[in-house]
């Protein structure tokens, strides 16, 4: 019965979400794919920038998951995570340890595009009180995480897999308290004061992995088009381990041939560079989407406090969900894009929802 309360809402979305993409399915004889057809070769060849910033400000809050920022580097495709000699040769030698994560692609006349993103992000958590100094037994730790992260990107035409480690630290070493009291300070905000207790100092790792499948993709007129994404996946760590699954639905002007714009998660880079058979014949393309997201969640450490050492913590809920609406645009070498996400409790005291904007940019070197 509890689990049927927490999730009643995401499950009335979810009916709706998947009643309205079936209806487009319906409204469709055939299914053409669009734009693939027509090659470009130099997208693989470039670096891809991609800058990330989240922010509950965007639904004028500040609490809860208050921020997160993130630099990824997408490199070129490359041949072979081992073998292709534009990679350092430590890099190919500690790839050879992750061979069994670079899967074949379905089907003997797919063509395969193998990339290498490195990362560095900061996130941070605060409770609902600003004011107070000592630890409220029923509202979420101070934390905050900062790392550097290595991810590994096979797709196709219309598959992608991810595999990315992120190595860091929880706790003062984060940083989190300066980065938040510095922005605070020029916005002339007031401080949160309860920072001497967030959560201990404590090196995190955190393994995750997920699948994209582009399952759905029509024309509805020369320039428009539609297309749904589902996903798959997980993450295995002291930081955090769950199990996640949801779905993308994406309708406008030139969709570019990419795995659509997710929110700032593990996993969900919306900086994969579209397949070399993507180029529109004008170079500019807006589209809105809807994306559904459930987590199973084993362990959370911005709820469960640290790992080795006693310290904050609440009761953590084991279901959660993510509904996310926004736009995005591109243009030439660049995309832009803007999404508000709503996020279901995630612990038991927790008074209510939460929100927050992510907003994505992304440029071709």
């Not at 709706?16 to 090659?39: G, I, K, W, Y």
């Not at 807006?286 to 406090?305: A, C, N, P, T």
């Not at 591109?330 to 995309?335: Q, V």
């Amino acid at each position: 019965m509890a689990i049927s309360r927490h999730l009643s809402p995401f499950a009335t979305l979810n009916a709706v979400f998947f009643s309205l993409v079936c209806s487009f399915v319906q409204a469709e004889e055939t299914q053409e794919v669009f734009n693939e057809q027509q090659a470009i070769t130099e997208v693989r060849e470039r670096w891809i920038l991609n800058l990330f910033f989240e922010n509950d400000l965007f639904s004028r809050t500040d609490q809860q998951y208050t921020n997160g920022v993130r630099a990824s580097w997408v490199s070129p495709d490359i041949d072979s995570f081992i073998d292709d000699e534009s990679l350092p040769l430590w890099m190919r030698q500690a790839n050879r340890l992750l061979t069994p994560l670079d899967p074949v692609a379905r089907g003997s006349n797919e063509e395969v595009s193998r990339r290498v993103v490195f990362s560095l992000g900061q996130k941070m958590y605060t409770p609902d009180d600003r004011e107070r100094t000592s630890i409220d037994p029923d509202d979420r730790p101070y934390a905050g995480w900062l790392y550097a992260g290595l991810g590994y990107h096979t797709r196709t035409l219309n598959r992608l897999n991810s595999f990315e480690v992120n190595l860091g630290m929880v706790g003062p070493a984060s940083l989190a308290q300066e980065f938040q009291d510095q922005i605070h300070d020029i916005r002339g905000i007031d401080r949160f004061n309860g920072w001497d207790n967030q959560l201990h100092n404590e090196p995190g790792i955190q393994l995750v992995y997920e699948h994209k499948n582009r399952v759905f993709q029509s024309r509805l007129s020369n320039t428009i088009q539609q297309d749904l994404i589902l996903h798959g996946g997980g993450s295995l760590g002291n930081v955090a381990t769950f199990l996640n699954t949801g779905a993308q639905y994406r309708i406008g002007r030139n969709l570019p041939a990419d795995f659509g714009t997710s929110a700032l998660r593990p996993g969900g880079d919306n900086s994969v560079p579209a397949h070399s058979k993507g180029k529109h014949t004008d170079n500019w393309g807006v589209h809105g989407f809807i994306s559904l997201d459930g987590r199973w969640v084993l362990r959370d450490i911005f709820l469960d406090g640290n790992t080795f050492r006693s310290s904050h913590s609440v009761d953590r809920r084991s279901l959660v969900g993510n509904v996310s609406i926004g736009i995005a645009a591109t243009f030439d070498r660049w995309k832009l894009s803007y999404a508000n996400i709503w996020r279901s409790k995630q612990f038991e005291s927790q008074k209510s929802t939460h929100s927050y904007g992510s907003l994505a940019v992304s440029y071709s070197l």
